[in-house]
């Protein structure tokens, strides 16, 4: 199993190059940024975890050009939007931004979306129906996965449609960077096994792990698929239980990813000791 490290991505973090070496010295495998490009002030939307939300959602970067950067700091280390809102921006500038970010980078870059929590946010930018966002997803990767594949593609779905054009270059990873979709609920979990490259659950909202785990693999299955072809990453959100990552590697997940808590996000310092004290038992999760 995988180790991988996420972060909020402000001017309040290590700075992508310097996390990204510490990262790659370390043996983690990859560096994952999440988006938000703006926060609606109406706050109509609840936070979903409940509270008020914290700061660090207002102040966050752009996940890409702070990838681009570790990338140029790095060989080996990959690099994740975890997550990225892809409908959120226009789809052939994203498709573009995202070939551009694997061939810099030597094929390195995995991406993690999801529908987002924030409807003002969203309907900002997003002219379709909020409560087809699931909908809406499904058409922007089979979309996104046609401009990385196809010679002259072209997509002709209810939400997005365009024809044919010619969107160069192709990645470097042939068909394009695999997709992670972020999403718990059952809606989501299903969107994930029929047409997702990975699965990008948090493991405090998935309830018993090893069943839930179960129950994915056969929705993946039931989709017609080979549960072994779609990946499973999990965001750890208690990250004071070291020996949750070999409970994990033992259910077959191939990836487990950490951060600072919550309640740390703006405290710096406190970030490589975490990642010090987690590269301690790198060795021992065989990825």
Do not use: C
């Not at 979309?143 to 990645?171: C, M, N, S």
């Not at 999990?234 to 994990?248: A, F, G, P, R, V």
């Amino acid at each position: 199993m995988h180790l991988a490290f996420s972060s909020m991505n402000t001017l309040n973090d290590p700075h992508p190059a310097e996390l990204a070496v510490a990262l790659e010295q370390r043996g983690f495998e990859s560096l994952w940024y999440g988006e938000h490009s703006h926060i609606p002030a109406s706050r109509s939307t609840p936070y979903p975890p409940g509270g008020e939300m914290p700061d660090p959602y207002k102040l966050m970067l752009d996940p890409y050009l702070s990838l681009m950067t570790a990338a140029n700091a790095t060989s080996t280390l990959r690099l994740g939007t975890g997550i990225a809102l892809l409908m959120e921006r226009d789809i052939f500038s994203q498709a573009k931004t995202i070939v551009t970010l694997d061939h810099l980078s030597g094929g390195r870059v995995m991406i993690g979306t999801g529908v987002g929590w924030n409807q003002e946010e969203y309907e900002n930018i997003n002219a379709h129906p909020f409560n087809k966002r699931y909908a809406v997803l499904r058409e922007t990767v089979a979309a996104t996965r046609a401009l990385w594949r196809d010679d002259e593609a072209e997509y002709h779905g209810q939400y997005i449609d365009f024809d044919p054009v010619w969107a160069y270059p192709k990645p470097l990873q042939v068909g394009g960077p695999p997709v992670f979709l972020g999403a718990m609920g059952p809606l989501g979990r299903r969107h994930a096994a029929s047409w997702a490259d990975g699965w990008y659950p948090v493991d405090v909202a998935m309830g018993d792990v090893a069943a839930t785990l179960a129950a994915f693999r056969e929705e993946v299955r039931q989709a017609g698929r080979d549960a072994e072809d779609v990946e499973i990453n999990i965001q750890i959100m208690d990250t004071s239980n070291l020996d949750k990552l070999k409970e994990y590697r033992d259910m077959g997940v191939q990836r487990a990813t950490i951060g600072v808590s919550m309640d740390s996000w703006d405290k710096p310092e406190q970030v490589m000791p975490m990642i010090d004290r987690y590269a301690a038992v790198i060795p021992e999760l065989g990825g």
